[in-house]
């Protein structure tokens, strides 16, 4: 997979993410009405899965092209702490709003599995 390849296969997922965002955002409404602290950990999820495909991006341009592997290594690390410091986040808010944090993270494996199984099928 090249680069523009790659460029935009991130940008189908990255609406995909949204689509599937705005969509448990509306079932939300119908099983606990409007919750403002499940809208944020959604969000809060979804920016994490997102910002973490970007960030993996980087990591393996790093490897591959600049041979720095204690750089990828390090950012590698900071993905983890970046899940870890917006879930605790998130349960500061509130149950509820981690709980929309996991559903946010999944984005990403809808994302890819929209995108992808659409383009073999």
Same mark, same amino acid.
């Given at each position: 997979?090249?680069?523009?390849?790659?460029?935009?296969?991130?940008?189908?997922?990255?609406?995909?993410?949204?689509?599937?965002?705005?969509?448990?955002?509306?079932?939300?409404?119908?099983?606990?009405?409007?919750?403002?602290?499940?809208?944020?950990? @959604?969000?809060?999820?979804?920016?994490?899965? !997102?910002?973490?495909?970007?960030? @993996?991006?980087?990591?393996?341009?790093?490897?591959?092209?600049?041979?720095?592997?204690?750089?990828?290594?390090?950012?590698?690390?900071?993905?983890?702490?970046?899940?870890?410091?917006? !879930?605790?986040?998130?349960?500061?808010?509130?149950?509820?709003?981690?709980?929309?944090? !996991?559903?946010?993270?999944?984005?990403?494996?809808?994302?890819?599995?929209?995108?992808?199984?659409?383009?073999?099928?």
């Amino acid at each position: 997979m090249n680069r523009e390849n790659f460029t935009q296969q991130k940008k189908k997922i990255f609406f995909c993410m949204v689509v599937y965002g705005l969509l448990c955002e509306v079932f939300s409404l119908f099983i606990l009405g409007f919750r403002g602290e499940f809208t944020i950990g @959604l969000i809060l999820g979804m920016g994490a899965a !997102a910002i973490n495909l970007v960030i @993996l991006e980087t990591v393996v341009d790093l490897i591959i092209k600049k041979r720095n592997t204690w750089l990828a290594f390090l950012i590698h690390l900071g993905r983890f702490f970046l899940f870890g410091l917006l !879930a605790v986040v998130s349960l500061k808010i509130s149950f509820i709003s981690v709980v929309a944090y !996991a559903i946010g993270v999944l984005g990403i494996v809808v994302g890819s599995l929209v995108t992808f199984v659409k383009k073999e099928g």
